[in-house]
C-alpha cells in the first residue's frame, strides 16, 4: 500500500467519524480535494518479522535448534519513472537480523549470543524493456555473536514473464556474488569467491477480488559455484511453497499487512553440507523448513 492511499484512507476515515452538518456538498468536496492533493510516495517499503524452523544461507545450515526469529526492514526510493527503454529507477536499502534462543554458533561468554546476525544492504535497481530488472546490491553481514564480518557484491536479474504466459509465468531469475569482504557465508574461499544462482517462482492466486485472497507461490532455486563450496560446482537445490493472506481486518490506515507461511525442502551438496556446523546438521544433506511471517508493506 502506497502512501497515497494510506493518507486517503484515514482522511475519509476521520470524515465518517465526524458528526453530520448538514453540508454534505462541502464534506464531499473537501474529501474531494483531500485525494486530488495527495500525491502517490517516491518511498515504500516493508517491515515484518519472520519465524525459522532453520536459518539456511545459499546452502549452509546455521541454525536449526530452538527459536528463530528474523525481523526485516527494506524501503525503495523512486529515482526515476518513464515510458522510454529504461521505465524504472529505484534506490533500495534494507536491514535484516537473525535472533536464536540457543547458541550453538555464538563465541562462549558473549554478551549478544542471541543476536546472531546483523546484515545490511543497498542497491540500485533499473527496470528496462518493461519486463526485465538489473539490481545491484553490496550486502554486508554482521556475526554479532562471533565478532565477523562478511561483503560482497551481488547481481541480480529478474524476468517478469507474465505479459508472455500469463497465469503460467515462471519469473525467473540469475544470481551473481562475489565476495569482497572475509568470509562471505557459504564463499569458502573469502574474497576471491564466487557464488551463482538460478531460479523460478511461478505462482497463482486463489479467490481473487475477494477480501482474503490466497497467493501462493513455488520457488526452485539451484546454487552453484566451486569458489563456494570447496572445490564443488553443486552447492544445494532447494523447493519451496509459500502462501500468503492479507490481513483484511485491520483498517487500512495502518497500511497493507499480510500473513505468509512456508515450507522449503533443501538437498545440500556434500560439501555445503560439511560447511554448516557439525553439531547442527551432523552432515545430513537433507533440510527442511517451515516459517511464519508477519509483514506490512506501505
Not at 513455488?218 to 553443486?234: A, R, S
Request: net charge negative; hydrophobic share 40%; with cysteine.
Amino acid at each position: 500500500m502506497t502512501k497515497h492511499s494510506i493518507a486517503t484512507a484515514c482522511a475519509l476515515t476521520l470524515a465518517a467519524a465526524l458528526p453530520s452538518t448538514g453540508f454534505a456538498g462541502t464534506e464531499a468536496k473537501a474529501a474531494k480535494e483531500i485525494k486530488e492533493t495527495i500525491k502517490e510516495s517516491c518511498i515504500t517499503g516493508d517491515i515484518g518479522l519472520a519465524v525459522v524452523s532453520e536459518y539456511v544461507s545459499r546452502g549452509v545450515v546455521l541454525e536449526n535448534q530452538g527459536f528463530i526469529a528474523e525481523p526485516y526492514l527494506d524501503l525503495y526510493f523512486k529515482l526515476y519513472e518513464g515510458t522510454g527503454f529504461v521505465n524504472k529507477v529505484s534506490l533500495n536499502g534494507g536491514l535484516w537480523s537473525s535472533f536464536h534462543s540457543k547458541h550453538t554458533a555464538a563465541t562462549p561468554g558473549t554478551s549478544l549470543a542471541a543476536w546472531y546476525e546483523q546484515d545490511w544492504t543497498a542497491g540500485l535497481a533499473i527496470t528496462f524493456a518493461k519486463n526485465f530488472t538489473l539490481t545491484t546490491s553490496w550486502f554486508d553481514e554482521a556475526f554479532v555473536s562471533s565478532s565477523t564480518r562478511g561483503g560482497a557484491l551481488n547481481v541480480n536479474l529478474a524476468y517478469d514473464d507474465t505479459d508472455l504466459l500469463g497465469a503460467f509465468a515462471l519469473h525467473p531469475h540469475a544470481t551473481v556474488l562475489k565476495s569482497m569482504v572475509g568470509n562471505y557465508v557459504g564463499v569458502a574461499n573469502g574474497a576471491n569467491g564466487w557464488y551463482y544462482e538460478v531460479g523460478i517462482a511461478p505462482g497463482f492466486t486463489v479467490g481473487k477480488g475477494g477480501t482474503y485472497p490466497l497467493t501462493v507461490t513455488i520457488p526452485l532455486t539451484v546454487g552453484l559455484g566451486p569458489e563456494t563450496y570447496n572445490g564443488q560446482d553443486y552447492g544445494f537445490f532447494s523447493a519451496g511453497i509459500n502462501a500468503s493472506v492479507p490481513l483484511a481486518f485491520v483498517p487500512a490506515c495502518y497500511g497493507s499487512w499480510t500473513y505468509t507461511t512456508g515450507f522449503t525442502y533443501w538437498n545440500l551438496g556434500e560439501n555445503a553440507a560439511n560447511a554448516s556446523a557439525p553439531a547442527i546438521t551432523d552432515g545430513n544433506r537433507t533440510q527442511f523448513v517451515f516459517s511464519g511471517a508477519v509483514g506490512l508493506t506501505f
